[in-house]
């Protein structure tokens, strides 16, 4: 509207601009100090530091008013960056949610595979130690393995795959190696769950008992049991 920035700035800060409205605010009142304007955005981009678009953003802003000229042609310009800017962050973000589905799902068929391979060997184990099962033995150079060795190897392979693949996905989503914390948590929970629940017990028994043993309708019955 042909007014200056500061009176621009002035106008604005009667306006609601969500997270930003309490900083304008604040620069409006730096400017109605008459501190420089310079100085003043300068301060104002520093409360503002831990967005990167925003740093860049004025930086281009105070280059211009230092300049001279039509700052509305260097505002208008700069608007059609940041909204392609952000329609290029808005692509990436769903290409890399698909990405992270795919490691999830890699994730999971491995945990699949590994309590495949368990189901597998674990009765050639039993079967073994009576002798040999259809030609197949499972040994090493110290001897015969155990279904114990299995379950530790197996378990450390969870251990380590759920780090690694974490990691890598978060990575990927944010571009940031401690953001894979989080899918670390996730992974190695799911991991280790199910590695207690089909892999790490030797065995499941449940015995019952029911009394009496012959019943007619409207009887009372009592279930005696239990599982180890």
């Given at each position: ?141 110290g ?12 378990f ?16 990927i ?22 590695f ?7 065995q ?20 005696n049991?239990?599982?180890?």
């Amino acid at each position: 509207a042909g007014m200056t920035l500061p009176q621009a700035i002035s106008t604005s800060a009667d306006s609601n601009y969500g997270a930003l409205t309490k900083y304008i605010r604040k620069l409006n009142i730096w400017l109605s100090w008459n501190t420089p304007f310079p100085k003043a955005w300068t301060k104002f981009t520093k409360l503002l530091t831990r967005s990167d678009l925003i740093k860049r953003i004025n930086n281009i802003i105070l280059e211009s008013f230092h300049a001279g000229g039509e700052i509305k042609v260097t505002l208008n310009s700069l608007a059609d960056d940041v909204n392609l800017l952000k329609q290029m962050e808005f692509e990436k973000k769903s290409v890399m949610k698909e990405q992270i589905i795919i490691m999830y799902a890699v994730y999971f068929v491995f945990v699949g595979v590994i309590i495949g391979l368990f189901r597998i060997l674990a009765p050639i184990l039993f079967i073994q130690k009576m002798g040999v099962f259809s030609g197949i033995t499972v040994q090493n150079a110290g001897g015969e393995l155990t279904i114990e060795y299995f379950k530790n190897l197996f378990f450390l392979m969870i251990l380590v795959e759920s780090i690694c693949a974490g990691i890598i996905a978060g990575q990927i989503s944010e571009e940031r190696l401690i953001a894979g914390f989080r899918h670390v948590v996730i992974m190695l929970s799911v991991g280790v769950f199910f590695f207690f629940i089909f892999i790490f017990p030797s065995q499941l028994n449940l015995d019952a008992t029911i009394y009496p043993s012959r019943v007619v309708a409207e009887d009372n019955i009592i279930i005696n049991g239990q599982v180890f």
